[in-house]
């Protein structure tokens, strides 16, 4: 099987493979601490043994459930906000259609996503879509607390229950909480609602691979076996046994932190497929609520190109060169077209005629590559095979690890999030929640 590879060859002239090599020692301890449990935040590894501890009964647990409601809903509504529905939507983007969801006769279900912000417009119109429609709910929150996903699961459910009764609504809602805390948790014993459990130890950005993730994976029609078997190679090929230079998330660790200490305080992930958009939503959660704390931390941006070369591109190429890029290349494309011949060429492009469009992408990608690493960016690349689960699966493990280590090199905790809480606080006291009058207090005088 072949697997995802990292070429950090055009960082080369900003830093030196020396250097990079020279964190070897660190990396090692970096990751002997997150596999002896001794570093910061060790009491949330959950994830790092995640995909090989998975097991058969679990994944069959889940695809039942996912088979149930794709016999029985049009429309499944993912709940949830950050690590909460960040790396369902990256996988299910990433590999389903893009123009599905405009599909007459669908095969899956379509999914839809809320709690993810708290617009009003954005509720009215999704309950409007709803209207008429087999819906379900996946309610995904690891806390059971957080404003946005309960916001918008009291009013889906209320319209749930009021389209299909009480009693037919418990069996269209599912609850992916904690296992014994929470406002979720006890909703969902209270209502009966089937349930699947976020592991304590696996925080929100780390989730993908435990129901979180797979559940509305599984429901998208994706091969959530495949999924988890990608991660799991990659759990083995960036193991503690394995040498620095052939654990390719310890390199990516150590180059992105030699870059950092030479300046380089913004990464860029690009991709040069619209489907990897979210990828990339996710990866900035990743790495940006991992690592950007005690007033560290690389500032993480993403771009979709060629299209951004179109409106980013300017400021890339010729900006503060305060940045470093990191390209995810898809090697081959899933499918096939070539440009037509045309007897007029009117637009000049018979010189491209019988190629494949994937080839002009490629030689966009390359032309880039050479022009921003000319232009003083330092560039990463990071190459899949093909767009498919297995790869899929090894990539986000991949990211994980390599944030793991990242972060411990950087000298911070990059499994805690206390920054989140502080626009918590003012919007609690802002809207006069009980348990907040003295912030009220507090923050009415700073107005
Ligand atoms: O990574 C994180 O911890 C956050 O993004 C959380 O996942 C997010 O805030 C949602 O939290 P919860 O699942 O508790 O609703």
């Excluded at 509504?77 to 299910?92: C, D, N, R």
């Excluded at 259609?97 to 708290?118: S, W």
């Excluded at 006890?186 to 950005?205: M, Q, S």
């Excluded at 503690?240 to 932190?257: G, H, K, L, P, S």
Aim: charged share 25%.
């Amino acid at each position: 099987m072949k697997t995802i590879r990292l070429n950090i060859d055009k960082s080369f002239g900003f830093i030196s493979l020396e250097q990079v090599f020279a964190q070897e020692e660190k990396g090692k301890k970096c990751i002997a601490a997150l596999h002896n449990k001794t570093g910061k935040g060790n009491d949330f590894l959950g994830w790092l043994h995640l995909p090989s501890s998975v097991t058969e009964t679990e994944i069959n647990d889940i695809q039942a459930t996912a088979d149930r409601l794709r016999a029985e809903c049009e429309v499944v509504v993912v709940v949830g906000i950050g690590g909460s529905y960040l790396g369902a939507k990256a996988v299910i983007d990433a590999l389903s259609g893009t123009f599905d969801a405009f599909e007459m006769n669908r095969k899956n279900p379509t999914i839809v996503y809320a709690g993810h912000n708290i617009s009003e417009d954005y509720l009215y119109e999704l309950s409007e879509f709803l209207k008429n429609k087999k819906f379900g709910i996946i309610n995904i929150s690891k806390s059971g607390t957080t404003t946005e996903p309960a916001l918008a699961f009291r009013i889906l459910k209320k319209q749930l229950e009021d389209a299909v009764g009480k009693t037919n609504a418990k069996g269209l809602i599912v609850a992916v909480t904690d296992k014994t805390r929470g406002a979720l948790r006890t909703l969902a014993t209270k209502e009966g609602y089937k349930t699947f459990i976020i592991p304590n130890d696996v925080g929100g950005r780390f989730s993908v691979l435990t129901p979180v993730g797979l559940l509305p994976i599984a429901i998208a029609g994706i091969d959530i076996k495949q999924l988890v078997t990608g991660a799991v190679d990659m759990e083995k090929s960036t193991g503690m046994d394995v040498d620095f230079e052939n654990n390719i998330a310890a390199v990516y660790a150590a180059t992105r932190n030699e870059l950092y200490k030479k300046g380089k305080k913004i990464e860029i992930l690009v991709n040069f497929h619209p489907k990897l958009h979210y990828v990339s939503e996710w990866w900035k959660q990743l790495y940006g609520e991992s690592e950007g704390k005690e007033n560290k931390g690389i500032f993480t941006a993403s771009v979709d190109f060629t299209t951004d070369l179109h409106s980013m591109g300017q400021w890339i190429q010729e900006g503060e060169r305060s940045i470093f890029e990191t390209v995810i290349s898809v090697a081959q494309p899933t499918h096939k077209v070539e440009v037509p011949k045309d007897s007029e060429d009117l637009d000049g492009l018979n010189f491209l005629a019988g190629k494949r469009v994937d080839f002009i992408n490629k030689m966009a990608e390359l032309g880039t590559q050479l022009a921003h690493v000319d232009g003083g960016v330092p560039n990463i690349r990071i190459e899949l095979p093909e767009l498919n689960a297995y790869y899929l699966g090894q990539l986000l493990y991949f990211f994980e690890k390599a944030c793991g280590i990242s972060g411990y090199m950087l000298g911070v905790n990059p499994f805690d999030q206390p920054g989140v809480e502080a626009y918590k606080k003012n919007m609690f006291a802002l809207l006069e929640k009980p348990g907040f009058e003295t912030e009220s207090k507090a923050i009415k005088a700073k107005i």
